[in-house]
């Protein structure tokens, strides 16, 4: 997938079972723009809940980001993890 690929340390947050205490240094960029499947945006602030159940399963639609934007990385939450299908 071309683009730039996050750091080392933004991938260990978002993917080690304990999250971070408080902030960390490390800075995490939006790749995309997540959509639901009819288009409605949905926002990188938001929770797991807010992305639509299609056949059984969670499903986010993944396109261009329209600018630029990024965050502190704290860390993965429990309930966020995910896969790729």
């Known amino acids: ?7 080392a340390e933004s991938v260990r947050l978002a993917t ?6 408080g902030r960390t240094g490390a800075v995490a960029s939006g790749a995309f723009e997540l959509l639901a499947p ?3 945006r949905i926002w990188n602030e938001g929770l797991p809940d ?4 299609v056949e059984g399963r969670r499903l986010l639609v993944l396109d261009e980001p329209m600018h630029p934007r990024s965050w502190n990385a ?3 939450s ?3 993890r995910g896969r790729q299908s």
């Open 50 to 53: 807010d992305i639509p159940v």
């Open 78 to 80: 429990r309930c966020s």
């Open 74 to 76: 704290i860390g993965s």
């Open 16 to 21: 080690d079972p304990e999250p971070a205490q």
């Open 38 to 40: 009819d288009g409605e």
């Open 1 to 7: 997938m071309p683009g730039t690929a996050p750091s």
